[in-house]
């Protein structure tokens, strides 16, 4: 009767960490505005040396100390997440995550009170970002050991598919409820998302069942494990491999260490994988809204020149992303979330009827290349071209990412090579995580660095970033193939004597 209650308080309790992590790029926009297209007195006010901009980031080199901002934070995460699985295969998760939740609530809202206190020195900021970063990671190695334990292995790829919506739902939330606040009192747009991750840090701690008693998991595990799994999981595991483990208490098993994590097969090639694919989400997740607003703005500008210069267009001179400011970049933006929530969803399905994990994120990772080509080239064209792009690119970027984070994460925390111990599945989630986070410190530090270039060498580092995690999963899907080509022939009778 738990497993309900369960699945959906972590599913809130995760979607209340990224829509605390989703403002910082509704914000950007409005810390360095486009001061010719505002009123002589705009709403900040600020002692900043151009007026409409928030100081220290009304510089030239604004795009720089926002990559340092998004790094402070990503690298923090990405290192703290080695550590945080290793904590929490030994202290009670439900503790773990709600005090997680607390803090990461009170240095969300630091961020915001900034504004209010009048503060611009750039340490302020990437020291609470650093701060930030490290007590978040103790969500996800938590929540993926709550929900592993309570859901076997069968439906597992569509359950934790439509679960791990939660990423997309609060990025979405969290841009929607920034985006309030963001042109008047861009303060808020931290404390209100900081209040929230708060206050469900504080059900958590009441309500949270984390299955931590021997006897209460092994009788979940043998209750939820169903027989109808694809031709070929990843692992070879069977439907039964799940239920072996005894029914009555027995000694607490020893928790796995961190080579010996490494060591189950599949790990390395989906951490490294993960490293890219997230490497690209998170580039999305932190530059998207200011490169809706970007490049309206200089498609505007190429489309007055022209018309001036008397050439017929086919579409109006002030192309529709020319109006958008940070509010409306941001709204615009949460459709790329909305792909993402459709594509965990098929990626699940897909997977767990296949029993091909590696090769349905192959599958999706070949087409996101080309879709990511044709958004930067003709994705402004119209509000309905773009519209179509970002849920199309949404769903094939994170439908391969959700995939890994959790499904996968689960099922190689529970792989036959560990007898049954179950101390493994926060470990191995935070290694395949964690490697996975330092792409995505990595994107959009790069970003920060490539945009003045231009933004189409953004999106070729992308595209490259998305070839390469396509590539490290060769081998593993190789296997699985071969998998599937062994099943076919033994279900007509050619098999080798």
Known sequence: RYRGLTLVLTFLCYT????????ISIVKSQLHPNCSSLSPNPSNDSNSSTACSWAPFDGDNYKELFGALDNAFLVAYAIGMFISGIF???LPLRYYLSGGMVLSGIFTALFGLGYFWDIHVLWYFIVVQVCNGLVQTTGWPSVVACVGNWFGKGKRGLIMGIWNSHTSVGNILGSLIAGVWVSSSWGLSFIVPGIIITV???ICFFFLVECEWRVTCNEKDSEAVPSNEGPLSITGQSSMDRSDSPTEPAEEPEAISFLGALRIPGVVEFS????FAKLVSYTFLYWLPLYIVNVGEFLGTVRWERA????QLLTPPLSFAAHFGAKEAGDLSTLFDVGGILGGIFAGLISDYTGGRATTCCVMLVVAAPMLFLYNHVGQNSIGT???MLIVCGALVNGPYALITTAVSADLGTHESLKGNAKALSTVTAIIDGTGSIGAALGPLLAGLISP???NNVFYMLIAADVLACLLLARVVIKEVRGWCGHIARKRGYVRT
């Not at 490294?272 to 490293?275: D, G, P, R, V, Y």
């Not at 001036?308 to 050439?311: D, L």
């Open 88 to 90: 929490g295969e030994r």
């Open 308 to 311: 001036w210069q008397g050439e």
């Open 386 to 388: 773009s519209i179509a």
């Open 200 to 202: 469900m840090g504080v």
């Open 453 to 455: 270039t231009g933004w």
């Open 272 to 275: 490294l994988c993960l490293l």
């Open 16 to 23: 209340s960490y990224h829509l605390s992590r989703k403002p």
